[in-house]
């Protein structure tokens, strides 16, 4: 027998032949919601309550989970108010809003995404045409707005007055060296020398708005699938790509196991392709919320940078995790305590809380 057979085999009994033969992954393997028919459920980070509405809408009159998603994504990518997310979320250092966002698939296992991507206010849309016509997965910067105006996506200005006033904020606040002043009177020093409190995190690290929105569903016919859409980090270098619209880093769904999806310190998952881990262990039988408390775990014992680290060691960051197994149960984690994310599940959407590794001082 050759090694090759002889390995195939030793896999076959480790994994139970019948999955590696078949390659279907058995739902028996997959923890949590109990047996019977598979309920639909929708997840979000804690701003999509009306995404997890909207697509639940969709999914309980028969839509596919992807459309479903996408659609409810799309009303907080449309929403000024929400600084994280297409129109109106914070802009690049140079006050000029570059979105980021992908889509994945379940069914066909297929996926598109854009990055830094200009002008366009729904990028997850974008993100869903490279999916569906084109043959790649990633588009990004000018080529990727090139795409979306081929395909009839409309260019408008993205920066409301409310992110361009927090943007030259920022910018004045920065230095006192440099050419930019906030307003001051004839007896002022050290104009703009220190960001003030509310700019400062609970670490008393220069406090960098980020947000974005990740949601993930199951639908009627037992598929999933995932979007994550952003704005990314706020007044971030021109051309700095977080991990939304990396597939395996910013969201994963395999339609056989689950799906997830992630908010935070995007060069965190990045550098831990924690999406795909996810799903990993819920292949391996954890549940969704051990899941994501897993690469939790992964992130904060890969943090090895003391720039990164408080006192006691931990991150001076967040990372936050959402998910479905392909039997429809759901769960969250993420660093440190007091976080939440939107779940619908059929009958009413509502915010629960998520698991987490530290319990914050204040939360
Ligand atoms: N993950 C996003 C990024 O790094 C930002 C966030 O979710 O806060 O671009």
């Known amino acids: 027998m050759s090694a090759t057979r002889r390995e195939f085999l030793r896999q076959a009994a480790a994994t139970g032949a019948g999955a590696l033969v078949t390659g279907t992954i058995p739902l028996s393997s997959i923890a949590g919601a109990a047996d019977g028919p598979v309920p639909p459920v929708v997840v979000s980070s804690a701003n999509g309550m009306s995404a997890v509405t909207r697509a639940m809408e969709m999914i309980t009159t028969g839509s596919d989970a992807l459309d479903a998603v996408i659609a409810g994504v799309n009303l907080v990518e449309d929403d000024p108010n929400d600084m994280s997310v297409g129109y109106g979320g914070l802009p690049n250092e140079e006050g000029v809003v570059e979105l980021d966002a992908a889509v994945m698939h379940g069914p066909t296992h297929q996926a598109g995404a854009v990055a830094s991507l200009r002008n366009i ?134 339609n056989a196991i689950g799906t997830a999806g992630s908010t935070g310190r995007g060069e965190a998952n990045l550098i831990n392709c924690s999406s795909r881990m996810v799903v990993e262990y819920m292949h391996a039988g954890k549940t969704p919320e051990e899941a994501c408390l897993e690469v939790v775990k992964q992130i904060v014992e890969h943090n090895r940078m003391k720039r990164l680290r408080d006192a006691q060691g931990r991150p001076t960051f967040e990372v936050s995790f959402y998910a479905i197994n392909a039997r429809g149960a759901h769960g969250g984690a993420r660093i440190y305590s007091g976080g939440k994310m939107a779940v619908h599940d059929g009958t009413a959407a509502r915010l629960e809380p998520i698991a987490y590794l530290y319990k914050k001082d204040n939360g």
């Open 121 to 254: 206010k729904n990028p997850s849309q974008v993100a869903r045409v490279v999916m569906d016509r084109s043959d790649h997965v990633l588009l990004v910067g000018e080529g990727a707005l090139r795409f979306a105006r081929a395909h009839g996506f409309k260019e408008q200005d993205l920066l409301t007055d409310k992110a361009r006033e927090a943007w030259l904020y920022w910018k004045e606040h920065l230095s006192n060296t440099d050419d930019w002043l906030p307003p001051h009177g004839p007896d002022d020093k050290d104009i703009g020398a220190l960001l003030p409190e509310p700019l400062r995190n609970e670490f008393g690290a220069f406090f960098r708005h980020s947000g974005t929105i990740h949601c993930s569903a199951l639908d009627l016919k037992g598929n999933l699938s995932c979007v994550t859409t952003t704005s990314g980090l706020a007044f971030k270098m021109p051309g700095r790509v977080g991990d939304s619209p990396i597939i395996g880093a910013g969201l994963y769904c395999d």
